[in-house]
């Protein structure tokens, strides 16, 4: 059975041991590159991305549905404002065809190694929706990809599968890449 927790002082060292077992999550990414320069640069070392993360977690500004089995963090669901994840994926057909930003952004999941498969991002989608409800609710935005008709590696779905965000009740808004839509939902 499965249950949420944010992401915060408290759960950082969660968080970090499952980021730390499973490689620093893509090379070393540390789920820093939506937040942009204010985590750390591209070049930069998964040492200084770690730092920047838990600096960030500790000041408040790094939000994500943690998803526990047991006392085990086994995955995650990174949420937060356009301000504070200032980059998306395809960002250019994003902002070519926005009207106006989000209160909130979905950007990125992670299932740790023996999970994928399992429902752990449907769970944290489900927790950041909660958490996102406790923040003030609002629109949120994310930019899964539509698998529909093709084969993904559940690895490379870090933004999410556009049917799983479909099943929780967002809707379509645009196609911004050829396989990555923005979805939105009003959470109040």
Same mark, same amino acid.
């Given at each position: ?17 499952? %980021? ?16 942009? $320069? ?12 770690? #730092?920047? #993360? ?26 937060? @404002? ?31 190694? !023996? ?20 923040? !003030? ?13 093709? $084969? ?10 556009? @049917? ?8 379509? @808004? ?7 839509? %923005?979805?939105? $939902?009003?959470?109040?």
């Amino acid at each position: 059975m499965y249950e949420t927790r944010a992401l915060d002082e408290t759960t950082w060292t969660d968080f970090a041991h499952l %980021v730390e077992v499973n490689n620093g999550v893509w090379g070393g990414c540390w789920c820093t590159w939506y937040h942009g $320069k204010d985590a750390s640069a591209d070049g930069d070392s998964p040492a200084l991305k770690r #730092k920047a #993360k838990e600096c960030l977690v500790r000041q408040g500004r790094a939000h994500a549905s943690l998803v526990f089995e047991g006392e085990d963090c086994v995955g995650w669901c990174q949420f937060g @404002s356009p301000e504070e994840l200032p980059r998306i994926h395809n960002q250019r057909a994003y902002l070519a065809t926005a009207s106006m930003l989000p209160d909130w952004r979905i950007t990125c999941f992670f299932s740790g190694k !023996g999970h994928r498969g399992n429902g752990v991002a449907s769970v944290a989608l489900e927790g950041a929706i909660e958490q996102i409800k406790t923040l !003030g609710g609002g629109c949120v935005e994310a930019f899964p990809e539509n698998t529909e008709g093709r $084969k993904v590696s559940a690895a490379f779905l870090f933004n999410g599968a556009l @049917s799983m965000f479909e099943r929780h009740g967002f809707k379509r @808004s645009r196609q911004i890449g050829k396989h990555r839509w %923005v979805v939105t $939902k009003t959470v109040t």
